[in-house]
Every structure is written in structure tokens, then in C-alpha cells.
């Protein structure tokens, strides 16, 4: 079965810390994308950073980087310099090589200011 | 250019009656993906369609649910005589091709939040 595992239900940082939301995935695919999404109270589903699975570089986009342990299965976020707009869920994903996502259950991250 | 539009934002329906939700992709979009989010979970993919065509239902419920894309007009997730475990956010997205997740280009509406009473 392909699965998506965000063991963290919960989690909380002063502003300004770095805080890592933690992701494992179950898979016999070889080529697959993997995402962070963030959901805001507003419930709009925002594409926080994506990786590919052929490519070893970790992907950042800003204060938001990866941590992709392929061998591992293993796709942690690490958000830096953590800002009160960070609040919100998130969800890591994976398509698994096809054309549907596949969700964790999602980590809410308060921001404390 | 405006985003994925879904409407209502909220419905409330009692138990037995039907659910419409209107999914409109962004211009130039002809695919759309129905993902379904219960209260604490994350979201669970339920069909996948282009124009006039479905492609994969596999996440659909077999009985009471039913989706179209037609050739003018808003996708439609129907939903037939509710029940009380259909209350959920339930998202499209849209892509301009097939691939949508592999290049960035499926974008999500904002929801509607479905509620049986």
C-alpha cells in the first residue's frame, strides 16, 4: 500500500525559531513527486515546496527547505525564521508516480509570538 | 486571471436531500481533481476528470455519488441523499493538462464545506 505518515499532530514554535515538520511515505515506486502543502484557517490548500524523487538536491524555496532521505522514505520541512503567518496545517503528499495525490494527516503548527 | 472558484463555500442539507457542488477550473484548465477532506484528516482523492470524460473514479463512493465535467460549464460533484458522514470540505483543483502535479500547475479552489444536519 502507498502511504503517507505525519506522526506529529501538533507542534508549536516561538516566532523567529526553526521548527522541522516530520513526513514519512511508503512506496515501490521509483519516480514520484513529494509536496508540502499548507492549509491557513481560510482552508485554501497553498503548495508550500515540491520534490522530485530522481533528483538528491533537498529543494528550498525561501525559508522553507527539505530534508529528502530517499532510502529512508523520509521528507521532513524546515521552516526558518518562523513568522505567525506560518500558522496553519500541513500536509505532506505524494502523487506516487500517478495523476492523484496521496495525503499525511497533517500537522498543525502554531507560531507563538 | 481568477484562481479555481467552487461554490457555495457552505452548504447545509438535510439528511436525504442532494448536494450539488459547482467546481469552475481556471481559464485554459481542462482537467479537475475532487478530493474529499473529513474533519482532522487529510484530503482523499475522488475522481479525476477531463472534459466530457472521467478518467479515475477509484476514490469514489460507489453508491450516491456522481461527478461531470461537460463541455460548457462547472464541473459538478453530486451527492444524493446525504448523510450525516458526508459532512466534510470537499476541494477541487484544476490543471491545463494531464501531469498536473509533476509541473506545478494544479491549483487548488477554495472548498466548499459540506454539512448534513
Known sequence: AQTVTQSQPEMSVQEAETVTLSCTYDTSENN?????????PSRQMILVIRQEAYKQQNATENRFSVNFQKAAKSFSLKISDSQLGDTAMYFCASNF?????TFGTGTRLTIIP | ???????????????????????SPMKGHSHVYWYRQL????????????KENIIDESGMPKERFSAEFPKEGPSILRIQQVVRG?????????????????????????????TVV
Do not use: I
Request: proline share 5%; glycine share 12%; with cysteine.
Open chain 1, 97 to 101: 508516480g500517478n495523476e492523484k495525490l
Open chain 2, 1 to 23: 486571471n481568477a484562481g479555481v472558484m467552487q461554490n457555495p463555500r457552505h452548504l447545509v442539507r438535510r439528511r436525504g436531500q442532494e448536494a450539488r457542488l459547482r467546481c
Open chain 2, 86 to 114: 458526508d459532512s466534510a470540505a470537499y476541494f477541487c483543483a484544476s490543471s491545463p493538462q494531464g501531469g498536473g502535479w509533476l509541473n506545478t500547475e494544479a491549483f487548488f479552489g477554495q472548498g466548499t464545506r459540506l
Open chain 2, 39 to 50: 474533519p482532522e484528516e487529510g484530503l482523499k482523492f475522488m475522481v479525476y476528470l477531463q
Open chain 1, 32 to 40: 514520484y513527486y513529494l509536496f508540502w502543502y499548507k492549509q491557513p
